[in-house]
């Protein structure tokens, strides 16, 4: 058995580190959003989807590349905010669960409108970032990657200064420890859902157009993306984005190197549920270390 090339080993290895980031993107998203509405956003992945759909049709009828960009951000930004103003008040009281449950059917219900729209065929998003690269250790990474890592990195960072340095991060934080008595101090709640339910868009559009031109563009699978982006903010338990952040780039790595093994390859798309529950089990054994110390 013939030893993998260290330069195909490290291809794998920048394109798993370039998707995870766009996992780690869509976690961030989804942790701001349920931190301000306690709405975790199963339509995450088919608003992306929507907008990287409606990013090709534009540039098949041949206009430029950035009214394709344009449509996916403001799209993605339309839509959440739709939904949020319209359908999340409603359910303002009900459950989590049942929070959950309704983006589901949200998602579902985009889904079935891009079947409709679109028929089901090959196609390829090409951008021109695709044809820029730089080589690294011998690896050529493209500039769709290098904007995905550096975005991923850059949205966490930037995140992170916004929850603890300004005063709508820090009502969202309050929203996120009491949602009653920050209302009663004078929050104003639907102000603060509407930013965190804009941004939520704005990483769908973002992150569904940069997958479909590093994976696949394909509505089905761009829709269940937010497997991988719901298991990394998981494993962040809603909360940490750094953590988040770091799980989405792990997610990423092992379900690309996972594909360079044989055996293995047609279970990658379980990597997100393994290294999730793995994690989860981990963070729980330290819960049970410290309960037991108090014993």
């Known amino acids: 058995m013939t030893a993998m090339p260290s330069t195909v080993i490290g291809l794998f290895a920048v394109s798993g580190l370039a998707v995870g980031a766009l996992y780690a993107l869509g976690g961030v998203g989804l942790v701001l959003l349920n931190r301000a509405t306690g709405v975790l956003n199963f339509a995450f992945g088919a608003i992306g989807a929507l907008g990287a759909m409606t990013a090709w049709q534009l540039m098949q009828w041949g206009l430029p590349e950035w009214t394709g960009w344009l449509a996916a951000l403001a799209l993605g930004i339309a839509l959440s905010l739709a939904y949020g103003g319209i359908v999340a008040p409603a359910l303002a009281e009900r459950e989590a669960v049942v929070k959950a449950a309704a983006t589901l059917g949200f998602a579902i219900a985009i889904l079935g409108a891009m079947n409709l729209l679109w028929v089901i065929t090959p196609r390829k998003l090409v951008l021109a970032l695709d044809s820029t690269a730089v080589s690294i250790a011998a690896v050529r990474v493209t500039g769709t990657r290098l904007i995905a890592l550096g975005a991923g990195l850059g949205v966490t960072i930037g995140m992170s200064v916004f929850l603890n340095r300004t005063r709508l991060g820090l009502m969202m934080r309050a929203l996120a420890d009491n949602r009653d008595v920050a209302a ?19 990483m769908a559009g973002f992150t569904g157009l940069l997958f479909a031109s590093l994976v696949r563009l394909d509505p089905a699978v761009l829709t269940f993306i937010v497997i991988p982006v719901i298991a990394s903010a998981i494993i962040g338990r809603l909360t940490s984005l750094a953590v988040t952040f770091a799980a989405g780039l792990v997610i990423g790595l092992a379900e690309s190197l996972v594909a360079l093994s044989p055996p293995l390859a047609p279970f990658r798309v379980a990597m997100p549920f393994v290294i999730a529950i793995a994690a989860m089990m981990w963070l729980q054994r330290g819960r049970q270390l410290a309960f037991s110390g108090q014993d």
């Open 184 to 202: 009663i101090l004078g929050t104003p709640v639907r102000r603060v859902e509407t930013v965190a339910w804009a941004f939520s868009g704005l």
